[in-house]
């Protein structure tokens, strides 16, 4: 994926930048989200990342990136109907409603949008990443920015009801496992961490 993006980038014409930061990361450490979040190539650490707040005409995209994230990312973790029972339990409607509270920000990837997270008040609630484009850092910046941003409100600890792909990338940002619990979407069972960090 890395040479096609290098391939596009010298082969299109130059176009107007979009007025929004411009993130280029600094080389994480290897951890995992529901998109694997190590670095595979190193040339992923020069691409530039764009992380924004939510816009209206980004929701048509989200569910492709839950859905794919959940489907693919975390097939090694949950069996078919598992997956399929998770990648069901948000429609479009009810995951426009679930953002319109608390803070949404996307992550754009050479124009297209390739991840998306979400907290309200203390409670990381998602951080997904499309497979094609993990494992350069994305669900990093992602969950720093909301990170950040709670230390900026006075929010003292995070919560997270982390998947079993997603265990690994919340502990290495520094959250702690109160032990395993069940979800159940549409009958089926998901094993998930309820994970915690403290912020002061």
Do not use: C
């Not at 007025?19 to 280029?24: F, L, N, S, W």
């Not at 050479?110 to 997904?128: E, K």
């Not at 499309?130 to 909301?146: F, K, M, W």
């Not at 929010?155 to 959250?175: P, Q, V």
């Amino acid at each position: 994926m890395i040479g096609q993006w290098l391939q596009r980038l010298f082969r299109r014409t130059h176009r107007p930048a979009k007025p929004a930061i411009v993130i280029t990361p600094a080389p994480p450490t290897p951890a995992g989200n529901d998109a694997t979040d190590a670095v595979d190539d190193p040339l992923a650490l020069f691409l530039p990342f764009q992380i924004r707040p939510l816009e209206s005409a980004d929701l048509g995209e989200l569910l492709g990136v839950f859905r794919e994230a959940i489907q693919i990312s975390a097939a090694d973790q949950y069996d078919q109907q598992q997956r399929d029972a998770w990648s069901r339990a948000q429609s479009h409607e009810s995951l426009i409603s679930a953002l319109s509270e608390g803070e949404a920000v996307v992550a754009e990837w050479d124009d297209a949008l390739v991840g998306f997270a979400h907290r309200v008040n203390g409670y990381i609630n998602m951080v997904f990443v499309h497979p094609d484009a993990s494992r350069v850092g994305i669900a990093t910046l992602l969950y720093q920015h909301l990170e950040d941003s709670a230390r900026v409100e006075g929010i003292t600890e995070l919560n997270a009801h982390a998947s079993l792909t997603a265990h690994d990338f919340f502990h290495f940002m520094g959250f702690t496992s109160e032990g395993q619990e069940d979800a159940e979407r549409d009958g089926v069972r998901l094993p998930r961490h309820h994970m915690r960090k403290s912020l002061v």
